[in-house]
């Protein structure tokens, strides 16, 4: 029981450091509202997604400002989508990052590119790390609570005995 | 003894004498005796012999005879006192006896007479009764000749067969040595020899109808004795034979147009053939009035058996003709079948065909209006736009129509607001009204109900066909539109058959009229309105197919139109009555209120609301699918331009295009849309995610067409707030 209350306050610090600390906004909330009994598993879904597009998106960047001529316009539009997903999830901070690097690849810059692409793959590994523990916490949370019930119907029912 | 004067003198009996009168006595009593012992063995041997006591008597009589005599032998000689007096009782008795036989005889004889007279009578009877048996017996016989001969003439329908079967069995009946039967030619002047019995192959003979003998024969309904040497009986050949003798009787030919008339056949219109037979020659055989009487029952047979085989010959004609004319009227059927399904398949990919271009013309004129023009530059653009919607609702009309005529539109049923109905009409034509300086009016009767159950994007559009029309020929004056519920008796002014239904708690007949003060129609014209592609007057510049489809979806609606005017120049009125129910009474079919449902209302139902969405970016599309799905609609997602126009389809109500892709040009999508949907109706309702907020984007999305922009990303109450104000007034404001 106790443990339960510890862990559930836990989880509330931790998430609510991740909106404060703009990991996470508005967005990553609308995300949590859009899952219900029908829809079970949303939120890992999409942040699953996430993680597997924007890997393949930094791969794809990291080739592109790597080329001898660097086609900035291919960077552009890996830029573009990456901002967008990231807007999607609500992972605040990537996206801003994205932001800036959009705008080096409009000046045509490509010191800034370099250095902008480190700072968004930073960022991106950063709210990686804190949305796997995040799930990690809430699974472990979600553990306790399921055997704190099994104990509560076990001993009710030795009880009746 | 003395002697007198005697002539003969008393001699003493002699001797011989004696003798001989004594054996005839003797003789004399034995037959006496005799007799009535014969009398008795006969009577004995009879029975029926009535007169007994008779013979009795007779034979008393003969007895005492007998003994009288007898006793005389005793009287020859002397003798006795007693003998005398034994023969004198004798006598006397016999004189008795003899006295009352005779008298009994008297009476006896006439009966014994007259039984000899009741023999012969009887006798007479019989014979003749021998002689009637024989008359039966003949008739019989004829009778069973007729009907073994009819018999074999029915048991045929074939003319030929009925004719030969007749001449063979009245031949062999008959024994006759030939048969003939002349038959009128077709001209009916002549007969004409066309069966024989013995001759097998008749020459066609030929004789004229007018003979004399001939028309004897025609003129008895007997058959009659003709001479050997008329015409239609030389069919022997010439030689030493002695003819025999010839009859002829005529075989009354019935027509079937003989028994159409109320009385049975007349007599002036009668066909008739001759039969001919002839008895063997050399024969002496004559004409038994029997045999006559059977010819002449054959002959009538005869008649009666054609008559029938003429009358199965032509309803044999009349089923072939019938079969034949079934197979022609279903290959009729067939082609036209396939040459109205090729006419529709036509149709529909020329419709399609012509509507692309149409879409992009209109479209991109829309578009080029927008920029800058120089004014005659937009006065050209605005012409063309003009003329490309003409002909799109041409287009438009003309298959409408094809599908009204085949009968395979079907009205789209459902509950709507009759004062929305008008109301968006008076606001769609106020303002042309307004620019026309027509005083431009809209009245509703207060009995009319508020919803009703119908065709509501048909009745506008009859409507607005012809509002539109009243005010397109109205230079100045007024157009007044009423509507108000019909009452009975101007349902029956209309004498239409088919408004018989009385209006009843289910439904009710709502007229519309459009009076004008505008040009009015020339009474001639009139009938000619409705019809396709006939312009009355040279002013019109209409379709020519509006009116013509307003009439069919009215007739459809079970309702009447029609334009009354009063002449050219003194205006025009127009009359619409359809047929509307009425809900909440009876069975409501599905509402479509969508918009009716006030939006503060928790969870307004999205439920199974379809609508595609667009966007490259899986994580973007994931999130807003699921943004979706919880609202409950039923997602299609999509991650490019051309999968998204090829997938939507008219069950789509809206499409979410995100506009911020960079290779996609999401515009030239929205345009395609439209383009894949020619009627407004059925086209989805667009909507586009963008990441940018400048104006920029906000106005080229407005121009192509879109209904609404929302700016990503989305929260869940934005999208539902935009969702129902896009469903209820088919745009959406964005609030910030």
Same mark, same amino acid.
């Given at each position: 029981m106790e443990i339960v209350g510890q862990l559930q306050k836990q989880y509330v610090e931790f998430s609510t450091s991740l909106y404060r600390e703009g990991f996470l906004d508005e967005q990553f909330i609308q995300l949590q509202k859009l899952q219900d009994e029908s829809n079970p598993d949303f939120v890992v879904e999409v942040v699953s997604i996430f993680f597997e597009d924007s890997e393949k998106l930094i791969n794809d960047l990291a080739t592109a400002i790597q080329q001898q001529v660097v086609d900035f316009k291919q960077v552009d539009a890996h830029v573009h989508q990456f901002k967008g997903s990231s807007s999607s999830i609500g992972a605040n901070r990537v996206k801003n990052m994205c932001i800036a690097l959009r705008s080096f690849c409009d000046e045509k810059n490509l010191d800034g590119c370099l250095r902008c692409l480190q700072q968004v793959k930073h960022e991106y590994f950063l709210v990686k790390n804190k949305l796997?523990?995040?799930?990690?916490?809430?699974?472990?949370?979600?553990?306790?609570?399921?055997?704190?019930?099994?104990?509560?119907?076990h001993h009710f029912f030795r009880r009746k005995k | 003894m003395e002697l007198c004067n005697c002539i003969e003198p008393p001699w003493p009996a002699g001797e011989l004498l004696m003798k001989y009168q004594y054996?005839?006595?003797?003789?004399?009593?034995?037959?006496?005796?005799?007799?009535?012992?014969?009398?008795?063995?006969?009577?004995?041997?009879?029975?029926?012999?009535?007169?007994?006591?008779?013979?009795? &008597?007779?034979?008393?009589?003969?007895?005492?005879?007998?003994?009288?005599?007898?006793?005389?032998?005793?009287?020859?000689?002397?003798?006795?006192?007693?003998?005398?007096?034994?023969?004198? %009782?004798?006598?006397?008795?016999?004189?008795?006896v003899s006295c009352a036989t005779a008298l009994m005889l008297v009476h006896i004889i006439p009966d014994l007479l007259s039984v000899k007279t009741r023999e012969l009578f009887l006798k007479n009877k019989a014979a003749e009764l021998d002689r009637e048996m024989g008359l039966i017996r003949t008739q019989e016989e004829t009778g069973r000749h007729v009907r073994m001969l009819?018999?074999?003439?029915?048991?045929?329908?074939?003319?030929?067969?009925?004719?030969?079967?007749?001449?063979?069995?009245?031949?062999?009946?008959?024994?006759?040595?030939?048969?003939?039967?002349?038959?009128?030619?077709?001209?009916?002047?002549?007969? &004409?020899?066309?069966? %024989?019995?013995?001759? &097998?192959?008749?020459?066609?003979?030929?004789?004229?109808?007018?003979?004399?003998?001939?028309?004897?024969?025609?003129? %008895?309904?007997?058959?009659?004795?003709?001479?050997?040497?008329?015409?239609?009986?030389?069919?022997r050949p010439a030689g030493k034979y002695m003819p025999g003798e010839v009859v002829a009787v005529r075989v009354p030919l019935l027509h079937l147009s003989n028994f159409q008339i109320h009385d049975w056949p007349e007599l002036s219109t009668r066909r008739y053939a001759l039969m001919v037979l002839m008895l063997p020659s050399d024969s002496a055989r004559q004409w038994h009035v029997h045999e006559l009487e059977l010819v002449e029952v054959v002959a009538d047979q005869v008649a009666v058996a054609l008559s029938h085989a003429a009358i199965l010959e032509e309803s044999m004609k009349a089923r072939d003709l019938l079969m034949e004319q079934n197979v022609a009227l279903d290959h009729a059927r067939r082609e036209a079948e396939t040459a109205v399904r090729a006419r529709n398949d036509f149709l529909a990919v020329m419709n399609h065909e012509m509507r692309t271009p149409m879409h992009a013309i209109i479209a991109l004129s829309s578009l080029l209006l927008e920029t800058e023009l120089t004014p005659e530059q937009r006065l050209m653009v605005e012409t063309v736009l003009k003329s490309s919607n003409l002909l799109s609702t041409l287009i438009n009309d003309v298959l409408d129509l094809s599908r009204l005529e085949d009968g395979s539109l079907k009205l789209e049923i459902g509950t709507f607001s009759l004062h929305t109905l008008f109301r968006e009409t008076y606001n769609l034509i106020k303002p042309i009204a307004s620019v026309k300086k027509l005083n431009f009016t809209l009245s509703l009767s207060p009995e009319l109900p508020e919803f009703a159950i119908g065709d509501e994007k048909r009745l506008m559009q009859v409507l607005l066909n012809v509002v539109g029309n009243a005010v397109k020929f109205t230079k100045e004056g007024s157009i007044s539109v009423s509507a108000f519920v019909a009452k009975l008796d101007s349902l029956r002014e209309f004498r239409a058959p088919d408004l018989i239904s009385i209006p009843s708690d289910n439904h009710f007949y709502l007229r519309i009229e459009v009076k004008d003060t505008g040009l009015g129609i020339n009474p001639q014209d009139l009938p000619k309105l409705f019809m396709k592609f006939v312009q009355s007057q040279p002013t019109k510049n209409s379709s020519g197919l509006g009116l013509a489809i307003c009439k069919r979806f009215v007739n459809l609606m079970e309702g009447h139109i029609c334009i009354e005017s009063e002449g050219l120049g003194k205006g025009s009125t127009a009359i619409v009555i359809v047929k509307l129910g009425i809900p909440g009474r009876s069975n409501e079919s599905k509402l479509s209120f969508v918009h009716k449902v006030p939006r503060n209302q928790v969870k307004p139902a999205f439920s199974g609301l379809k609508v595609v969405l667009m966007d490259d970016n899986s994580v973007g599309r994931m999130v807003t699918k699921g943004l979706l799905v919880h609202l409950g609609c039923d997602v299609l997602a999509v991650g490019s331009g051309d999968e998204c126009v090829r997938v939507i389809n008219h069950e789509h109500k809206v499409v979410f295009l995100d506009v911020s892709m960079p290779d996609v040009n999401s515009f030239e999508v929205a345009v395609r849309i439209h383009e894949k949907f020619s009627k407004r109706m059925d086209r989805p309702l667009i909507v586009a995610l963008t990441g940018n907020t400048d104006r920029m984007t906000k106005e080229n999305c407005r121009r192509v067409g879109m209904n609404g922009v929302l700016l990503k990303p989305v929260s869940v109450d934005k999208m539902r707030s935009a969702l129902s104000d896009l469903l209820e007034k088919g745009f959406f404001v964005e609030s910030k």
């Open positions: 796997e523990t995040l799930f990690r916490g809430i699974s472990h949370l979600k553990e306790n609570i399921d055997s704190f019930f099994s104990f509560l119907i | 054996i005839s006595d003797f003789f004399i009593a034995l037959a006496y005796f005799s007799i009535p012992l014969e009398l008795i063995y006969f009577v004995k041997k009879s029975a029926v012999f009535p007169y007994r006591w008779v013979l009795v &008597q007779f034979g008393a009589f003969i007895v005492l005879c007998g003994a009288t005599h007898l006793i005389n032998l005793w009287t020859f000689t002397l003798h006795t006192k007693t003998v005398a007096v034994v023969m004198t %009782t004798a006598k006397v008795l016999t004189a008795a009819t018999h074999e003439i029915r048991s045929t329908l074939d003319r030929h067969t009925i004719l030969k079967t007749t001449l063979v069995e009245l031949g062999r009946t008959l024994g006759l040595e030939e048969c003939a039967l002349w038959m009128p030619t077709r001209t009916g002047l002549e007969l &004409q020899l066309s069966y %024989t019995l013995r001759h &097998q192959n008749p020459v066609g003979f030929t004789v004229p109808i007018q003979l004399p003998v001939i028309n004897q024969v025609f003129n %008895t309904n007997r058959a009659v004795k003709i001479s050997p040497n008329s015409p239609v009986a030389r069919l």
